[in-house]
């Protein structure tokens, strides 16, 4: 079978994408694996340890995709047309694999495999996490969203062929958006999981929920930690998985609100491996280092929460001043 990972990263959540690179080797040492990158990180010393390959901006073969599809929600969108591999499993950055997730790999019978959501939507939480469903009316009139309250997923995790859409069609999704922004929710999970039951409607693709996804902000700190434990400083597998840790649970180490320790796992692993002169305490100050833009942004959130309303004010009427 032709497939690998593809893990898709900014500079910015760069050090996340160390850990889970270390962790999808870890647990599927023989699988390839493709780094989708938007910016220009240093990845020579990972290139050498890991064989990994890379996708850049500056080798991306289709102009349109090279012009337009890097940033927020867009980047990934580029693996389905210029992913190394045929058939794969796309990871987001700041996801931690617990597991050999290939068990849900059944590229016999489907074209993709997407998680299976804890929950359905109804028609007010489709409309505020994935679709304005009366504004996406006026470029598709036939679309149902209602039809697949059982089926809508959080795209940080999925398996899928490459070319199971056509490029041409994403273009013209993307050109709507931009003249009608916001009809597709929080970067590409609204457009994709149009996308896709749009083409399983049309015949074009036939795609499966399973459940390979645990997404942290849906549960109980300590309710995580006792899913994904450690033994004698080793992973225990109760059931494999992708741990995502979005929203406020973003993994880095001052983040308190999180169970993060398997990605710190990785993370110190990744730097283990790939940097054996460092000592412990020298990994822990570059994962600190690393992990500043969202400590900062959090710190400044905290800060903002305990400012007394009044201040609030003033501090909206100055910077309405600037913007």
């Not at 999808?24 to 990972?46: A, Q, S």
């Not at 645990?214 to 494999?240: M, V």
Request: net charge neutral; glycine share 4%.
């Amino acid at each position: 079978m032709d497939f690998g990972v593809v893990i898709v990263c900014s500079e910015k959540d760069f050090g996340f994408a160390k850990g889970c690179l270390a962790s999808v080797k870890y647990f599927m040492p023989e699988v390839e694996v493709c780094l989708l990158i938007d910016g220009n990180p240093d990845t020579k010393k990972l290139e050498e340890y890991y064989q990994v390959k890379i996708l850049k901006k500056e080798n991306i073969k289709n102009d349109f995709l090279r012009n337009n599809s890097f940033g927020f929600g867009i980047t990934k969108m580029i693996a389905f047309w210029e992913s190394p591999f045929e058939q794969f499993l796309v990871l987001d950055a700041d996801i931690c694999v617990w597991g050999d997730l290939r068990f849900a790999a059944d590229f016999n019978n489907y074209d993709m495999i997407i998680d299976q959501p804890q929950y359905s939507y109804d028609s007010h939480g489709i409309n505020t996490w994935f679709l304005d469903t009366t504004r996406l009316s006026s470029l598709d009139k036939d679309f149902k969203p209602e039809a697949y309250s059982n089926n809508y997923f959080c795209t940080g995790v999925f398996f899928t062929k490459k070319n199971v859409f056509p490029l041409e069609w994403y273009e013209s999704l993307y050109e709507f958006s931009k003249s009608e922004p916001n009809v597709f929710k929080f970067g590409e999970m609204g457009m994709l999981n149009y996308m896709i039951f749009k083409s399983s409607e049309q015949g074009r693709l036939k795609f499966k929920n399973q459940h390979i996804q645990y997404i942290c902000p849906d549960f109980d700190k300590a309710e995580t930690a006792n899913l994904f434990p450690f033994k004698e400083n080793k992973p225990i597998i109760k059931e494999a998985l992708a741990i995502h840790y979005n929203g406020n649970r973003k993994p880095y180490l001052a983040n308190d609100l999180s169970y993060h320790q398997p990605l710190t796992f990785f993370r110190a692993l990744y730097y283990k491996q790939v940097h054996p002169e460092l000592t412990g305490e020298e990994i822990k100050k570059i994962m600190a280092r690393e992990d500043f833009p969202y400590a900062r942004l959090t710190l400044r959130q905290k800060v903002y929460n305990n400012t007394p309303q009044p201040l609030k004010l003033i501090y909206k009427k100055i910077k309405g001043l600037f913007s």
